[in-house]
């Protein structure tokens, strides 16, 4: 993916300068900002949701799967839907009788790879956060994408929940290839998991791209 002076907004209106950067096969970027710097814009734009004020998004030619995992609060526990349920309905594509979804060697592999098979049968309302996570990662990996964006997925954890999605997140990433985007409030995922950080600041005009400790060391960081 390449923005090339990329211009979010709404209604012809600039919520931010530009943004150029590249997004390389495999890479793993974080996006800083606090509350209503941009972030989300940043992603309905990528997820063309949004168009552009202004300037470029590339995509690579030919068909790229990207998915969008939100925060674990936005989805629906009230829902009764066992774990495997959850995971199935990343499988769904254009479903119709003759074709039902629901592949099953892709759900148990997906379960394999994130380490909740045992959960299968039991219900996502009653997971702790961090088997919620871990299943939502597994419906993630059941979709096929390989370019995977995230809203704050540590959001409402522990800090070893937190630790532990993470390294999870990190070693998919390794193991699939995966090109990761996440939205994060905690600097120090970024330091540890991030090759490459976005920093969004609305309020004073700011873009910074970078490396963890080059967005850090930046004074429109430091100041913010």
Known sequence: ?????????????????????????????????????????????????????????????????????????????????????????????????????????????AMEAVGVSDLAASAFRSLSGGQKQRVLFARMLATGARVVLLDEPTVGMDAVAEREVMDLLNDLKDRYGLTIIVVTHYLDVAEKHAEHVLFLDRDDQKVVVGSAAEVFAHAAFANR
């Open 1 to 109: 993916l390449r923005c090339r002076d990329l211009v979010i907004g709404y209604g012809g209106k600039p919520l931010l300068p530009p943004v150029s950067l590249t997004v390389e096969q495999g890479a793993f970027w974080a996006v800083l900002g606090r509350n209503g710097a941009g972030k989300s814009s940043f992603f309905k734009t990528l997820l063309g949701l949004l168009s552009p004020v202004s300037g470029h998004l590339e995509q690579p030619s030919g068909p790229v799967r990207i998915a969008y995992l939100a925060q674990r609060l936005a989805f629906d526990e009230l829902c009764p839907l066992q774990a495997r349920d959850v995971v199935a309905s990343g499988t769904v594509r254009g479903w119709s009788f003759l074709r039902p979804g629901n592949d099953r060697k892709v759900v148990d592999d």
